[in-house]
């Protein structure tokens, strides 16, 4: 299978536009209204990419090695750099920016462990917590004051909830997984 399809040009636009979107976050002093506006439509483009390039890939036939694997390192490079660049301007407690990626890290390691039996595949539970991470993030993003702001915490605090609670469950379906399957199967 070809490695260059529409699939996985769009993950590669993904991985490209983290640094653009961390350029704009950081212009001036990373609190300029016209550069976070254009730094939240950057981050926006890039999360539109993930919905597009999956469903793509599966509908046409377009899933290759390169993109199972370009695909999640692209969405946690997004998601990271917009956590971290928001934590270092302030806007978000590191606390926030810590559980999120401690996450993230140990699901990462917990696929690379269980892959000799399998591939977990991403829970609806899983995607439910990226949708409410992007918007969030998007949400925080944006120079937003007032009630605004409060909306942004509401989701940023359902984010995290999510976030906890599909590392768990991911943790758990390994666990069975692992202890019902021989290696290799």
């Given amino acids: ?67 199972t694997l370009a695909d999640p390192i692209a969405d946690k490079a997004l998601i990271g750099a917009a956590l971290i660049g928001l934590s270092v301007l302030g806007d978000l407690p590191w606390w926030v920016t810590a559980v999120i990626l401690a996450r993230e890290l140990a699901v990462t390691v917990l696929r690379f462990v269980v892959l000799r039996r399998g591939v977990i595949p991403a ?16 949400l925080f993003v944006l120079p937003l004051s007032g009630g605004w702001l409060v909306v942004g915490w509401v989701v940023m605090s359902a984010a995290v909830v999510l976030t ?7 943790f758990v379906s390994a666990v069975r997984d692992w202890r019902g399957r021989p290696a290799g199967h």
């Fill in 123 to 138: 829970s609806r539970g899983g995607k439910l917590k990226t949708l409410v991470q992007a918007v969030a993030i998007g």
């Fill in 1 to 67: 299978m070809r490695v260059a399809n529409l699939a996985n040009v769009l993950t590669g636009i993904r991985m490209v536009l983290v640094p653009v979107f961390l350029a704009a976050l950081f212009v001036g002093d990373g609190h300029e209204t016209y550069w976070r506006i254009v730094a939240f439509v950057v981050f926006a483009v890039a999360v539109i990419t993930d919905r597009f390039d999956g469903a793509l890939a599966r509908s046409y036939g377009m899933v290759t090695e390169f993109g």
């Fill in 164 to 170: 906890v609670l599909t590392g768990l469950d991911y």
